[in-house]
């Protein structure tokens, strides 16, 4: 157990290593100050994830793709050495106190995670069953018995990312229980955690407002067992880190938010619906800049394609899998009841339990504030607001559309579901804020705070 525990990061590390570092020219302008190791070692542990994923769908059993992995792990750790000693890199200063601060946080969520056992429905049910599944077949192969109709109620057809997890700590560990497999939650937390680093400038209050929206926020959701808690960690980084690259045409920022749109799609289905939301609307925030104020084109090399695509192999591999053993999608939508419910008043219902109660509404209106406070300063509006705000809206309304059409009883459904399937619009809103927040810090530091030149008195 301890092994399997202490062994995951640098495992994951040197898999990503063999990425990052392998594909020509995806980290050649990345920088090495305390934000950019940040980012590059968060880039590096999702790399290393993807690849292990896409080993057990390629390899399907555990022992064998862990072997493998094993070995491209060293040998990526190996050749990251050799690139950072031929180049000569050293980093540059890093904040000990901002690592100290991110560590007693892991800690405290690890706390959580480890001793808190499985207990929450769909957590047992599902995430964790079927890692359960995996664990005693030693594989992730058809001969589990995936289509046999007694697992129906599982949703078997799910994204495997987080049961692959969960049942290679428990191969790694020896055995199977209640505590180990959440070490996969762990693995999940602690690059988040890195790139919040990757967005730090000073211990002001637009940092301290992230942590306490995006982690504590979460709260349980982060150690339960639930996935949805981490997909709404991680479409809200992404679109971070997408907004951010608007701005800054640092590639190494659409490098990591690609990173952390392929872990969100390999977590839940409503990943492909989110990939498509925010790149639609990253497209649209960048076609408008570009209209109003042109700035320096990004080159995009065949590397970052090459990244872009061994990120989406493994949600690709799970389809395929899922056609060749007869899994269907189940949808809970019917585009035909859209319109009666509207007739029965539905819609008010659903923004009552959506936007009333899990909070939205409340944060549409601290966003409103800070944005009115930035607008009063007459300050400019960054555009790496908008992709989180426009994302989480257009999100938001994409989920209230299947609520009105839903075959099961509204009310139950939202009163089982609605405070999950906000998370992400809630993220997002939350994001959108802090980037306005940082752009009132930043624009009330010294350096841009005009002081006017005394005018000496006249002798009269």
């Given at each position: 157990?301890?092994?399997?525990?202490?062994?995951?990061?640098?495992?994951?590390?040197?898999?990503?290593?063999?990425?990052?570092?392998?594909?020509?020219?995806?980290?050649?302008?990345?920088?090495?100050?305390?934000?950019?190791?940040?980012?590059?070692?968060?880039?590096?542990?999702?790399s290393g994830i993807?690849?292990?994923?896409?080993?057990?769908?390629?390899?399907?059993?555990?022992?064998?793709s862990l072997a493998i992995g094993s070995v491209l792990s060293l040998a990526g750790l190996f050749r990251a050495y050799l690139v950072l000693r031929i180049q000569a890199v050293r980093p540059r200063a890093f904040s000990w106190v901002?690592?100290?601060?991110?560590?007693?946080?892991?800690?405290?969520?690890?706390?959580?995670?480890?001793?808190?056992?499985?207990?929450?429905?769909?957590?047992?049910?599902?995430?964790?069953?079927?890692?359960?599944?995996?664990?005693?077949?030693?594989s992730l192969s058809q001969s589990a018995g995936w289509n046999d109709q007694s697992f129906g109620w599982s949703h078997v057809f799910y994204p495997k990312l987080v049961p692959v997890l969960a049942a290679q700590f428990a191969y790694a560990g020896g055995f199977w229980n209640e505590y180990l497999p959440k070490a996969s939650l762990l693995a999940l937390l602690v690059p988040a955690l890195m790139a919040f680093l990757a967005f730090f400038r000073s211990f002001r209050i637009s940092f301290l407002y992230v942590i306490l929206m995006l982690f504590m926020g979460?709260?349980?959701?982060?150690?339960?067992?639930?996935?949805?808690?981490?997909?709404?960690?991680?479409?809200?980084?992404?679109?971070?880190?997408?907004?951010?690259?608007?701005?800054?045409?640092?590639?190494?920022?659409?490098?990591?938010?690609?990173?952390?749109?392929?872990?969100?799609?390999?977590?839940?289905?409503?990943?492909l619906f989110f990939a498509l939301t925010v790149s639609s609307c990253m497209l649209a925030v960048r076609f408008v800049r570009a209209r109003t104020a042109p700035a320096e084109a990004g080159s995009l090399g065949p590397g970052f394609w090459v990244f872009t695509a061994l990120t989406a192999l493994g949600m690709v591999l799970w389809s395929w899998k899922k056609h060749l053993w007869g899994l269907s999608t189940h949808v809970p939508m019917e585009l035909a009841r859209v319109?009666?419910?509207?007739?029965?008043?539905?819609?008010g219902t659903?923004?009552?339990?959506?936007?009333?109660?899990?909070?939205?509404?409340?944060a549409c209106i601290v966003f409103l504030v800070a944005l009115g406070i930035v607008k009063a300063f007459r300050l400019p509006i960054s555009p790496a607001v908008w992709v989180p705000l426009?994302?989480?809206?257009?999100?938001?309304l994409?989920?209230?559309?299947?609520?009105?059409?839903?075959?099961?009883?509204?009310?139950?459904?939202?009163?089982?579901?609605?405070?999950r399937t906000m998370l992400p619009v809630l993220q997002g809103i939350f994001c959108a804020t802090f980037v306005l927040m940082q752009e009132l810090e930043r624009n009330d530091t010294p350096e841009n705070v005009k002081i006017e030149p005394k005018t000496k008195p006249r002798r009269g």
């Open positions: 157990m301890l092994i399997a525990l202490s062994l995951f990061l640098p495992y994951f590390l040197g898999l990503g290593c063999i990425i990052l570092f392998t594909i020509p020219g995806l980290q050649k302008d990345s920088p090495l100050d305390g934000p950019g190791i940040a980012r590059l070692l968060a880039t590096l542990l999702l993807l690849l292990h994923y896409t080993l057990v769908l390629l390899l399907e059993k555990l022992g064998l901002l690592a100290g601060s991110i560590l007693y946080v892991t800690i405290l969520f690890a706390l959580y995670i480890l001793f808190d056992p499985l207990s929450a429905w769909d957590a047992r049910s599902i995430w964790f069953f079927h890692g359960k599944i995996i664990f005693y077949n030693q979460l709260g349980q959701w982060l150690w339960n067992g639930y996935v949805d808690g981490y997909f709404a960690l991680y479409t809200g980084l992404t679109s971070l880190f997408f907004g951010r690259w608007l701005v800054s045409r640092d590639n190494g920022d659409l490098i990591a938010g690609v990173a952390f749109l392929g872990v969100a799609v390999n977590l839940k289905n409503e990943g319109p009666l419910r509207l007739s029965e008043g539905a819609f659903i923004v009552d339990a959506l936007i009333l109660r899990e909070g939205v509404a409340t426009l994302t989480s809206l257009a999100y938001g994409g989920i209230c559309l299947i609520y009105l059409g839903t075959p099961y009883d509204l009310p139950w459904h939202l009163g089982t579901s609605a405070s």
